[in-house]
């Protein structure tokens, strides 16, 4: 029972770096999403992926790409990673009909 | 705009307390609310989620209430452990994929 799998869990960049976390449900959910998590605030949506083959921005979408490679997976860029782009980053799944959101354990991404 | 607010930011209560734990938020059109345990550093963990025609949900010893009316929900936490430490975040779904997130409110059971 895997659930939502998430790779790195850490990750250390300098600035101008690029970098992707790779994420992969096996729930079969239509929805994906990546959030970040920021000391004091409550999660930022950045993108989300209402179905396999669609992807629309979120709340803060400046600075990242992402991919629904397929059903299973979502994986979001830093293609130039800034300091402001020091955050713990979480990927989710479900969140649609009444679904509960299942989340993954998190990247903690620092950018020097 | 939806907000979304917890109060308060940090609680500490000794072991077998009762305690209740606050969300507000300022737009009552929400499709369901949903509360979540965060341990430290780790992901999120749904524990209950309040359908918006419902007005409350139950696990064990935790019982979500939902007033979508007065913009409020609770998370009533029965015969508290110190297993229960951990940050509770609630969530409002607002439809078109968005659920909005308050910023939590950090539970320490005493021991």
């Known amino acids: 029972n895997a659930g939502v799998t998430q790779t790195p869990k850490f990750q250390v960049l300098k600035t101008g770096q690029s970098m992707t976390l790779q994420c992969a449900q096996d729930?079969?959910?239509?929805?994906m999403y990546w959030y970040r998590q920021d000391p004091g605030m409550g999660l930022r949506l950045i993108y989300y992926s209402a179905s396999e083959g669609t992807t629309d921005k979120g709340e803060v979408p400046n600075g990242y790409n992402v991919s629904r490679l397929n059903k299973r997976e979502f994986s979001l860029r830093l293609e130039s990673a800034a300091p402001s782009q020091t955050s713990v980053y979480f990927c989710a799944s479900g969140g649609t009909l009444d679904e509960k959101l299942f989340f993954g354990s998190g990247t903690q991404l620092s950018v020097l | 705009k939806q907000e979304v607010t917890q109060i308060p930011a940090a609680l500490s209560v000794p072991e077998g307390e009762n305690l209740v734990l606050n969300c507000s938020f300022t737009?009552?059109?929400?499709?369901?609310l949903q509360w979540f345990r965060q341990d430290p550093g780790k992901g999120l963990t749904s524990l209950l989620l309040i359908q918006s025609s419902q007005r409350e949900q139950t696990s064990g010893r935790l019982n979500a209430s939902l007033d979508k009316s007065s913009g409020r929900s609770t998370l009533y936490i029965a015969a508290s452990q110190p297993g229960d430490s951990a940050t509770y975040l609630c969530?409002?779904?607002?439809?078109?994929?968005?659920?909005?997130f308050g910023a939590g409110t950090r539970l320490f059971v005493k021991a």
């Open positions: 969530a409002v779904d607002t439809g078109g994929f968005k659920t909005i």
């Open positions: 729930m079969n959910h239509n929805s």
């Open positions: 737009d009552s059109a929400i499709y369901n």
